[in-house]
Structure formats: C-alpha cells, structure tokens
C-alpha cells in the first residue's frame, strides 16, 4: 500500500514559498509564531512532511503583512 502524503502538492509549495521569503528576509519560525499566535512548535510542524499541520487562508494573509508582499506570492501562477 502506498504512503499517503499528509500535505497535498498545493500545501508543499505554499508552505516552501513561506520558508523561502522567510529565509530571505532572515524571519526565523519564533517570529513568525509570534506575530501569527501560533507555537513555535506549530510552525515546526508546517514545515515538516512529518505532520498534516498547514497555514490557512488568515494564517497566509497575516504573513503576507510581516513579509510586506501579497498574499498571491504564496501562490503558483498556474494550477499544481
């Protein structure tokens, strides 16, 4: 039986897209915790393909203020 993914291709690119802009703008998982009022643990487990955890819509709207860019950066241009 094959491993069922726990996030979806559209989750994975829209969490990596988060990581990346976090990353350059030198955003650590503590800050984005804070600012969103979340765990720390929590974001951990967005960013890991151990766990089902994912940023929803507010979640992707809220970071889009923090890292001062749109929502649809998030976003492919085109369908996954």
Known sequence: MAKQELKSK????IVNRVREIRLEKNITQTEIAVHLKLSVGFIGHIESPNFIAKY????LNQLAKLFKCSPKDFWPEKAL
């Not at 559209?10 to 690119?13: K, L, Q, R, S, V």
């Not at 929803?56 to 979640?59: D, I």
């Open 10 to 13: 559209i989750d994975w690119y």
């Open 56 to 59: 929803n819509t507010s979640h």
